[in-house]
């Protein structure tokens, strides 16, 4: 096979993964332009010639009681995958994020003889640290988001490089606020507030109705507040009733789609705890980090957390520099007395957006480039 038809297999199981993945897909076809990839994806790599074999909202189901009701179907899907690969054999698969079925996946094809790269390490210095058995067993090489990463994987014999952030290099260092609410269609006199509960269904039902009761409290005490939710284009009409019956029909901009720009024009994020937290901190805006989830999930996971902090931000940070109400804690009330805070503290945003800034800076790469080089090597290995 010529070097530039390369084909790579690869899974991204929700819209953060497909972010990341289109991003190296770019780097890919800059330095085999045949490449073909195939797999599960979603919108970012189809864009980029991506095969999506099963639709990527499949996979995207976050918890372990959440998980245990669609666990069939999933396990179903995972087989014909892996039988899929061993038959296509492709020069490499690529796991991206997703380690509850990328890690195992991984193993059992490097088992059979295929090379195996993980994109984004598994947080074993956040939660879980047994998991570390499971990426050696699994991944030949792993891309690393964060510049510490790699040390940490090196010391328990796995292979890693730091490849930056993604959205370091797709995120500006100055966002144009006005500019983006110029093309939502927003005024540029009053205050946006961003209404991020996630892009899964199952947290769509589980948070989002309190971040509309919150939006509700905060328009009775500031009436003038722009409110914004972006949802993707499966969950819109489900959204579209959870704000009907939150009494905010016509009061909320629902939005398909466009994250980016959301964030970019909004003065503060109302955000559930995952990637978006990091998306919200490389703009520069101020968010108040929050998560509700089954409670026997959240039982469990208090077992395994091996930091104080939840969001991203903080974690990178080594400090809680926004605020953070999960589960018991995110009520309506708390939500949005934290949220008003700060469209009242000038000062206290002015220093958050200089850490935010300087932590830009650090996860600033060309990932693209820098992920390509990391599979040449496993290539050549």
């Known amino acids: 096979m010529n070097a530039s038809q390369r084909r790579f297999a690869m899974v991204a199981g929700e819209a953060s993964g497909d972010l990341l993945a289109g991003r190296m897909l770019d780097g890919f076809h800059s330095r085999w332009p045949d490449v073909q990839a195939i797999g599960i ?5 189809v864009a980029r010639g991506f095969q999506t074999w099963w639709p990527q909202e499949k996979l995207a189901v976050r918890g372990y009681i959440e998980v245990l009701r669609h666990y069939p179907e999933i396990a179903s899907i995972r087989r014909q995958l892996k039988a899929r690969v061993l038959h296509e054999r492709p020069d490499v698969f690529i796991g991206v994020d997703a380690p509850d079925f990328n890690l ?12 195996t790269v993980h994109f984004v390490c598994p947080s074993i210095w956040a939660w879980r640290p047994g998991r570390i058995e499971n990426i050696r067993a699994a991944a030949d090489h792993v891309l690393c988001i964060f510049p510490f990463e790699p040390e940490l994987l090196a010391s328990h014999g796995v292979a890693g490089s730091y490849v930056g952030h993604p959205l370091a290099q797709v995120i500006p260092m100055e966002p144009d606020r006005a500019a983006a609410r110029a093309k939502l269609g927003l005024s540029t006199q009053a205050p946006v507030v961003a209404l991020l509960p996630g892009s899964r269904r199952s947290e769509l039902r589980y948070i989002a109705p309190r971040f509309l009761d919150a939006a509700r409290l905060m328009r009775k005490t500031e009436p003038h507040l722009q409110l914004v939710l972006p949802t993707l284009p499966t969950l819109i009409d489900e959204a579209r009733q959870m704000i009907g019956a939150a009494g905010l029909e016509g009061q909320v901009h629902l939005i398909e789609g466009r994250s980016h720009e959301v964030l970019a024009a909004c003065d503060v994020t109302l955000i559930a705890s995952g990637t ?18 089954n409670y ?16 991203l931000p903080n974690i990178l940070c080594r400090d809680f520099v926004v605020p953070e109400l999960i589960q018991n804690e995110a009520t309506p009330e708390a939500l949005a007395r934290s949220t008003l805070d700060w469209l009242r503290s000038p000062a206290k945003v002015s220093n958050l957006t200089q850490r935010f800034t300087a932590l830009h800076e650090e996860l600033l790469r060309d990932t693209p ?7 040449e090597k496993v290539l050549a290995s």
């Open 369 to 375: 480039t820098l992920c390509a080089d990391a599979i």
């Open 41 to 45: 994806g979603g919108p970012q790599m």
């Open 276 to 293: 978006a937290t990091l998306e919200a901190a490389l703009f520069k805006r101020p968010m108040v980090i929050a998560y509700n989830m």
């Open 104 to 115: 195992g996946l991984e193993a059992d094809l490097r088992a059979a003889g295929i090379r």
């Open 296 to 311: 026997l999930t959240w039982r469990l996971m208090l077992t395994k957390q091996l930091q104080p902090w939840v969001g």
